[in-house]
Structure formats: structure tokens, C-alpha cells
């Protein structure tokens, strides 16, 4: 299996401009989930999903969209990036079943910095 | 969910245990403790979990007090691998999966 895998694993932005971070898990998780993290911080919660066609709100959802159509599939949106979200973003994913919400399982992280 | 205190660093010598601590006060009584660690640049990655039994699993072993306002986690031989912010949360499973990260616990492992 290769777990969770996120792409980009780099990207530069410029204010103001658009895009989507993948991240995808092939362990058949329901449960997938957004975190930010910015230096010397802990991980923030962005938007989960409990399963395919739900989603909800974090911590820090403000800016950021999602859609969960498939078991396989988390993207996540910047729908305007701005220098504030500069960050690494981590993608995680977990079983709902025997309760294992919390033993989640991160991918690598997308580095990313708004010009 | 209930907030959780970790030292900011400590240090360990390679083939001593290292022993983590956290101080959860406010636990409730259907909340779990779990750690995670994350090592440079990497993504967290989960440990082991408890809620009032010591744990053990082949990466660690977690101890928890008696009136669960504490917890350790032991790695039982440190390895210069295990160098790592070392994450102690407290959930319930109705949160479903919305794990709070602090600061955590830098641990540094020397030759």
C-alpha cells in the first residue's frame, strides 16, 4: 500500500491566485482530514470528512473549500491564497469502524508559500 | 476536549529509556490519551493510545495514573531515529478524529 499520498509536495503562489492540493489514501479509510501547520506550531484542523459526499468545518476552515466524492479522494481548494496560508499542509486518514477515528495516518505534507 | 501540558524539550541518551510526560488534569471520563510523534519535516505519525490500562505495543508503552491526571510514554531503548516532537492529546471519539496538536515535546536523542 502507499498509504497517504499528497502532490504537490512543493508550490509557490501568487496572492490572489487559485489551486488544488491532492491528497489520496488507497487503505479504504472512511474518515480523511486537513491540518495546517505553521512554524514552530502544531497541526491546526482545517475540514474533515466521515465519508464520501460529507464533509465538515475544523478549526481554521476560512479560505479553504473541500468536496469528498469518492472513498479514495480528499482535495482540498484554495480558493484565493493569500501570504497568511502559507504553511505545510498534511493530509491524514483513519478508520471510522472500532472507533479509530483517532489513530490517524498522515501523508508527507504539502509545502506551500503564497507570494 | 480536555487540554494537555508537555514539557518543551528533553533529552536522551541512545539505549536509555526515555520518558515523556504529560499532564492532562481535566480529562474526562470518556477521553483517551494519545500520542503521536513527528519527526523533522515529516508527517505526525500515530503511536499508541489509552484510556486507564497501561498500554504496550511494539513502538512504546504508555502509563497512565490512577486518576488518569497524568500519563508517560516510554521508549523503552531511544534511538538517534526516535529524535522527534513527541505530541500527547486527549480525545473522545465523539469528536470524531478533530485531534487538538499543541507544542508538544521536543525529544532529543544523543550518541
Known amino acids: 500500500n502507499a498509504g497517504v499520498t499528497q502532490t504537490p509536495k512543493f508550490q509557490v503562489l501568487k496572492t490572489g491566485q487559485s489551486m488544488t492540493l491532492q491528497c489520496a489514501q488507497d487503505m479504504n479509510h472512511e474518515y480523511m482530514s486537513w491540518y495546517r501547520q505553521d512554524p514552530g506550531m502544531g497541526l491546526r484542523l482545517i475540514h474533515y470528512s466521515v465519508g464520501a459526499g460529507i464533509t465538515d468545518q475544523g478549526e481554521v476552515p476560512n479560505g479553504y473549500n473541500v468536496s469528498r466524492s469518492t472513498t479514495e479522494d480528499f482535495p482540498l481548494r484554495l480558493l484565493s491564497a493569500a501570504p497568511s496560508q502559507t504553511s505545510v499542509y498534511f493530509c491524514a486518514s483513519s478508520y471510522t469502524r472500532a472507533k479509530s477515528y483517532n489513530e490517524q495516518f498522515f501523508g508527507p505534507g504539502t509545502r506551500l508559500t503564497v507570494l | 476536549d480536555a487540554k494537555t501540558t508537555q514539557p518543551p524539550s528533553m533529552d536522551c541518551a541512545e539505549g536509555r529509556a526515555a520518558n515523556l510526560p504529560c499532564n492532562h488534569s481535566t480529562i474526562s471520563g470518556n477521553e483517551y490519551v494519545y500520542w503521536y510523534r513527528q519527526i523533522h519535516s515529516q508527517g505526525p505519525q500515530y503511536i499508541i493510545h489509552?484510556?486507564?490500562n497501561n498500554e504496550t505495543n511494539e513502538m512504546a508503552s504508555l502509563i497512565i495514573t490512577e486518576d488518569r491526571k497524568s500519563s508517560t510514554l516510554i521508549l523503552p531503548h531511544a534511538t538517534l531515529r526516535d529524535t522527534a516532537v513527541y505530541y500527547c492529546i486527549v480525545s473522545s471519539f465523539t469528536s470524531y478524529g478533530k485531534l487538538t496538536f499543541g507544542q508538544g515535546t521536543i525529544l532529543t536523542v544523543h550518541p
Open positions: 489509552g484510556l486507564k
